[in-house]
Each structure stands twice: as structure tokens, then as C-alpha cells.
């Protein structure tokens, strides 16, 4: 089997909310997502996803994934999607970095993998573990009442974890988190999200005010050093994200006990390839993990899911269902929540049929 053409679209994915803030004053309300298509000569064409959360998020962004996959895919045609390691080697010798640029080919060739043996991706990953996957969901930053609310109407559609959105103004972040906190039962999972928004100072200042409340702090500031000294100031349990962009740092915070959980984002590590080789470590390792992406639609969606179903259980802390968060829908066949869980297809690969009435004309097509 050898890859004929690779095909790349654009969708803007519109926000439910209207607009989705988080810390340092950042927003976005309408996604910009690249999916992209690896067609073989066999007649099977596989579908890929990649979706940053606007250019200030993470480096990486929607033109880059455009005109990174320009670049590499000239370098791709003729080699066989079904094997990814070797695929992925030929990307990252074609391609100095840009993971986030890969991880749309590595995600379609996948679903191609899948296609080909006619199972889904969830029994390629290692098997489907439990009977659902639990979803989180995010709660993007306003006035502490505002949010509050805003988690009662989640919570009555049937998430039992959320992740608050803070890294502001730490006063308010404070009541922020007091105010959730106060109003959920035991049971409920609470993660304050700063995304890098705190200073050190500022960072210490909150975990040491909210010592008393059951609550996860996630990626505190800006550096891995810093997340680390607030790390040793605190008694909450503790997520690194942003800083978690590869297998070293993944070790080196794993040797310096920095973290409890992980939050693993696809295209964040290069792809489902790559996100595989740290989830299985981590599993081994003892660490749980939120298997999500940056965004994303239903195609990404899909692939979390067979991310996180095929990952045990007790390792599993939460996962995202992006495509009830956006008012457009790129893909049939994705998960669909139920009582704040979703599941991997038993569908062939992805298990996901491109719309592509949404995907319109492709913005450019690579062909041998
Ligand atoms: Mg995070």
C-alpha cells in the first residue's frame, strides 16, 4: 500500500458558548481546523485532525499546520501509511520538529492502519478497557458566580469532572475556585486549570489559600521550574500540561516527582504515535492522564476516544468530548456523549465518514 495523496481542508468551528477565554486574557470563538486526507492506491483513505487553540496557546497554529503539511507531504507519497514508526521517522528526518504539524498525517494513517485490518483503532491501541470513557468538562473564565453556573448546567447534563479555567487575577481566582468547590459533592472532580497564567508568587499565594479544598492545580505558570517550586509548596494534587511537550521532559518531571497527572495532548507530542509511547510509559510508571488534544472537532474527537478507551482505567483521569463544544460537526460517526461519558467505535480505524459538504474544497492537494 503506498500513500497517492494527501489532501488538506479548512473548518472553522464556531464555539457553542460564543467564545472560550481562559488565562492572560486569551479567547477565541471560532476554531481553525485542518483536517487532512492520505489517500492510498488501495481505493482506502484515512482522516486526520488538527486544531490549535488559537496562535497564542501553544506554538503552533492553524496556517502552520497548512504550511507545514505543504512541506512534509511531498516527502510522504509512495511510503506506506500502515507503518507508522517508519512513517513517523520519515516525517521527523523530513522535518525538524513542529509535532503539531505530523500529528494530522500520523492520525490519518492510523485510521488507514485501521481501515486496512478492519478494526478500530481502540483494539490496535491495546483494547477497549471499562465500559465508557469519563469526560471533563472545561469552564471557561468569567466571574466566579458566572462559572459557578456554568458548572450546575454541566453538571446537570451529566459531567461529574471539571476543569476551571483560571490564571487571572489570583484574588478572584481564589473565589473561583472556592465557589465550584463548595457546590459539587465529594464525589465530583475539580482541576484548576492556570495555563501558565500565574507568576511563582502569585501561584503559591492561591494553592496556599485553597489548602483546605479538594482540588487539582494544573500548570501553574509559565516554566517547568517554576511549576515545579509550587509543586513543592503545595498539598493539592498536581497536573503538568503545557510544559510536557515530549518524551524527555515527560521523564524528567516523572524523576523529579513534579506531577501526579499529565495532561497528554495529541498533537501537543506529534501525534497518536508518539502519545502512544507516553501513555503506555505512563501506565507502567504509575501516572494517570488526561488523553485529549489542543481542539479540535469530531474527528480529533473520535481519536480521543480511542485513546482513552484503550488506556486502564485507574490510569485514565479525564478526556474531552470537543465536538458538543463547537456548533459544526466535520465528521458521522464520532462519539457521542452520554451522561458525561463517551466510547471508541467498534468501526474500522477512526470509525468516523468525513462531511464533505463542511470540509468544502480542499486548500491544496500533494499527488505523485
Ligand atoms: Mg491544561
Redesign the pocket.
Known amino acids: 500500500m503506498r500513500i497517492e495523496r494527501i489532501i488538506v481542508y479548512r473548518v472553522e468551528l464556531p464555539l457553542v458558548e460564543g467564545s472560550y477565554k481562559w488565562s492572560g486574557g486569551k479567547s477565541v470563538s471560532v476554531f481553525d481546523s485542518t483536517v487532512i486526507a492520505v489517500e492510498t492506491d488501495s481505493g482506502i483513505t484515512g482522516y486526520g485532525e488538527v486544531c490549535p487553540l488559537g496562535p497564542f496557546y501553544l506554538p503552533a497554529y492553524a496556517e502552520g499546520v497548512r504550511a507545514g503539511v505543504r512541506e512534509l507531504a511531498p516527502h510522504l507519497l509512495g511510503y506506506d501509511p500502515r507503518e507508522l514508526h517508519k512513517l513517523n521517522r520519515r516525517m521527523d528526518a523530513a522535518l525538524k520538529g513542529h509535532p503539531y504539524v505530523k500529528s494530522g498525517i500520523d492520525m490519518a494513517c492510523w485510521d488507514v492502519l485501521g481501515k486496512a485490518t478492519g478494526l478500530p483503532l481502540v483494539i490496535l491501541f491495546g483494547g477497549r478497557c471499562g465500559d465508557n470513557v469519563q469526560l471533563y468538562r472545561a469552564i471557561s473564565q468569567q466571574a466566579p458566580e458566572d462559572m459557578a453556573a456554568n458548572v450546575a448546567g454541566y453538571r446537570s447534563q451529566g459531567y461529574r469532572r471539571f476543569q476551571l479555567k483560571v490564571g487571572g487575577d489570583p484574588n478572584i481566582d481564589i473565589q473561583r475556585i472556592r465557589e465550584v468547590r463548595e457546590m459539587l459533592p465529594p464525589s465530583d472532580r475539580l482541576v484548576a ?1 492556570a ?1 501558565t497564567g500565574w507568576t511563582q508568587h502569585e501561584a503559591i499565594r492561591v494553592v496556599r489559600a485553597v489548602s483546605d479544598l479538594d482540588v487539582y492545580i ?2 501553574p505558570c509559565l516554566n517547568y521550574e517554576e511549576c515545579l517550586a509550587v509543586r513543592r509548596a503545595s498539598n493539592h494534587p498536581f497536573i503538568l ?2 510544559n510536557i511537550d515530549g518524551l524527555d521532559m515527560f521523564l524528567r518531571a516523572k524523576s523529579d516527582l513534579a506531577m501526579d497527572v499529565v ?1 497528554l495532548k495529541i498533537s501537543k507530542l506529534g501525534g497518536l504515535t508518539k502519545t502512544l509511547q507516553i501513555r503506555d510509559l505512563c501506565v507502567q510508571m504509575g501516572i494517570a492522564m488526561t488523553l485529549e488534544d489542543s481542539w479540535g472537532g469530531s474527528i480529533i474527537t473520535a481519536a480521543i476516544a480511542h485513546l482513552a478507551h484503550s488506556t486502564p482505567e485507574e490510569f485514565r483521569f479525564s478526556s474531552t468530548d470537543f465536538n458538543s463544544y463547537v456548533t459544526v460537526s466535520n465528521a458521522l460517526g464520532a462519539p457521542m456523549r452520554i451522561d458525561g461519558t463517551m466510547e471508541a467505535s467498534s468501526q474500522p480505524g477512526l470509525g468516523i465518514e468525513p462531511r464533505m459538504e463542511v470540509l468544502g474544497e480542499p486548500v491544496f492537494t500533494i499527488s505523485r
Open positions: 486549570d495555563n494544573e500548570q500540561d503545557e495532561n
